[in-house]
């Protein structure tokens, strides 16, 4: 066989390999954590259920002070720009 075909093979070979272990990898990783919408959820409800009470009212606390905060800045930006 001439030298370009056997080069031929081997990259065909290496460019096969590196595609396996990159499907195992990938495989792997998305088992471990799903990058679907419906898994990303029930994963992020089963680490909010692992939170304490105190924990759960402390973070609805923030993200209510911090959507009242935001609704304060859009109502006096309007007021600003207001014509």
């Known amino acids: 066989m001439p030298a370009s075909v056997i080069v ?3 990259f065909l070979l290496v460019v096969l390999a590196v595609s396996a ?3 195992v990898l990938y495989v792997r990783r998305e088992r471990r954590r799903p990058s679907s919408y419906w898994s990303r959820w029930q994963m992020e409800m089963a680490e909010w259920r692992a939170l304490s009470p105190d924990a759960q009212a402390a973070h609805d606390t923030a993200v209510l ?3 009242e905060a935001a609704e304060g800045a859009a109502a006096r930006a309007n007021v600003l ?3």
């Open 65 to 67: 002070d911090a959507a």
């Open 8 to 10: 031929l093979l081997v």
């Open 21 to 23: 272990v990159g499907t």
């Open 81 to 83: 720009y207001r014509p």
